[in-house]
């Protein structure tokens, strides 16, 4: 049977490749009217995608929450709890998003930066999955792992053995190979590799931007998290970090989305696949 940690594993290599398949495919596909033909209505803007699953984020924070304090309230008050009417859950309702919305504490406004990197990094995903193969894509961004080992080693001092560096360095060198592989095989080749309308470029740029984003923003959220002084739980600082995304995602569509959504609408291009890549983004 598997032991949490493995499920965890597992749990969440299905999410990543769901999500990465789900984006591209969404970004990719043709659009087509009622009547068959093709649709010249733009694709759902990424802006906007990525704003809802921080909404999702910011719901799926709190029911986290209040499961968690519920089941350790009752444990603590034994069984007459349980028996409680609804007046202890909109009291237990209220004492779970108190705390959840003192968000003016030097501890939360530090989560202002990997909220940006964050926002950053989940917009150029959409960016990296239009003009890359999922493939390609998902091998180059195993950089982050390389990243992330080199600023835990630097920001949260964690020793790294031997083996450790050695992993690294392979993985380095692996995903420095394959992109070398397939310069080589497109130099050779006659048939263009490259679908119409993408830009290789941008696409490995936006990737590795990502890598760097997510890797710095990860190792910045445990380092504020474990030097903060005020003990909230991992959930109530992620529905901090939700909420600053949140903002920030609103100021981008508000600078850069604006003239497309008066003339759209905000949720133009929304199907079931874009509903699928908000919750998986938000898991």
């Avoid at 990424?46 to 719901?59: D, T």
């Avoid at 003016?104 to 999955?129: M, W």
Wanted: aromatic residues 8%.
């Amino acid at each position: 049977m598997l032991s949490a940690k493995n499920a965890s594993l597992l749990a969440g290599i299905f999410q990543q490749t769901a999500l990465v398949l789900i984006i591209r495919y969404s970004k990719t596909k043709t659009h087509t009217g009622s009547d068959g033909d093709d649709d010249n209505t733009p694709s759902y803007l990424n802006s906007v995608a990525v704003a809802s699953a921080e909404v999702f984020k910011l719901c799926l924070a709190f029911v986290l929450e209040f499961i968690t304090t519920r089941k350790s309230h009752q444990s603590e008050n034994g069984a007459s709890t349980r028996k409680g009417d609804g007046g202890g859950i909109v009291a237990h309702v209220q004492k779970t998003i108190k705390p959840m919305l003192i968000c003016n504490d030097r501890e939360s406004i530090k989560l202002i930066v990997p909220a940006l990197l964050y926002l950053i990094q989940n917009n150029l995903l959409f960016v990296a999955l239009a003009n890359l193969s999922v493939g390609m894509y998902q091998v180059t961004n195993q950089g982050k792992l390389l990243t992330t080992a080199l600023l835990s080693r630097i920001m949260l001092k964690k020793q790294l053995s031997g083996g450790q560096y050695v992993s690294i360095a392979l993985l380095g060198f692996g995903v420095a190979f394959i992109h070398l592989s397939e310069h080589w095989s497109k130099a050779e080749s006659t048939r263009p590799d490259v679908e119409e309308g993408q830009n290789q470029i941008l696409g490995l740029i936006a990737v590795l931007i990502c890598c760097v984003t997510s890797s710095f923003s990860g190792v910045y959220f445990e380092f504020v998290l474990k030097k903060s002084p005020t003990q909230l739980s991992v959930h109530c600082r992620n529905f901090h970090l939700a909420s600053w995304s949140l903002i920030l995602a609103i100021i981008h569509i508000l600078s850069h989305d604006l003239e497309q959504v008066k003339q759209y609408g905000v949720f133009h291009g929304f199907d079931i696949l874009v509903v699928l890549v908000v919750i998986m983004q938000g898991v």
